[in-house]
């Protein structure tokens, strides 16, 4: 199974470099999945228009939900089964890391409404733990799939709750969107430069 460009929207990608530099050293991972290029560098091309906060973290739930599916799909391709938990893993960190940085204490200034904030960081929290282990877990199946099923349930909550109360209180969507954007940036040049 390959990972072809129709898996990343194009303007949501990091370079393919900092997915390279992300992969294992990032996560600490010790076993090291086939170097499989999961998207070409004319696919890179980043917007420049600043995109509504909410849509690009929507964006980046869809993108995980189409990679867990896609890892379910991969049958008995191990090396490809590894390098998409690999992506999974990288991509539920970063967004984890915007939404903790920047969305959710936006929310709460705006929203006045610190418990949910607190209960989406333990969610986190949770998911960030089950990452931890997947380096060493025997059955990734079941470490991907225990994953799933808390990102899930966190994203569902996520878009019902803190969504929906962002959207009615007239946030500026637009300009933490594009803080947002900065920062995935930042983070790949700093992973490029390391
Ligand atoms: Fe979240
Ligand atoms: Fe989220």
Not at 84 to 110: N, S
Not at 137 to 145: F, K, P, Q, S, Y
Not at 153 to 159: G, Q, T, W, Y
Request: proline share 4%; hydrophobic share 40%.
């Amino acid at each position: 199974m390959r990972l072809t460009s129709r898996s990343w929207p194009a303007d949501r990608r990091l370079p393919a470099s900092a997915y390279r530099r992300l992969e294992p050293a990032a996560l600490g991972w010790r076993r090291v999945a086939s170097r499989r290029a999961c998207t070409p560098a004319s696919q890179h091309r980043r917007s420049t228009m600043a995109q509504d906060a909410i849509a690009l973290l929507e964006a980046d739930h869809q993108r995980v939900e189409g990679l867990f599916r896609e890892f379910k799909s991969a049958g008995g391709d191990p090396a490809a089964k590894l390098h998409l938990a690999q992506i999974i893993c990288m991509e539920l960190t970063l967004h984890a890391m915007v939404e903790e940085e920047i969305f959710y204490p936006a929310f709460a200034t705006a929203v006045g409404d610190e418990q949910l904030v607190e209960h989406a960081r333990k969610e986190h929290q949770r998911v960030k733990e089950l990452i931890a282990r997947v380096p060493q877990a025997e059955n990734l199946d079941g470490a991907i799939e225990a994953i799933w099923r808390n990102a899930l349930e966190h994203i569902e909550e996520e878009r019902r709750d803190i969504f929906t109360k962002a959207k009615a209180s007239g946030m500026e969507l637009a300009t933490l969107g594009g803080r947002i954007q900065s920062r995935r940036a930042e983070v790949a040049t700093t992973v490029q430069e390391a």
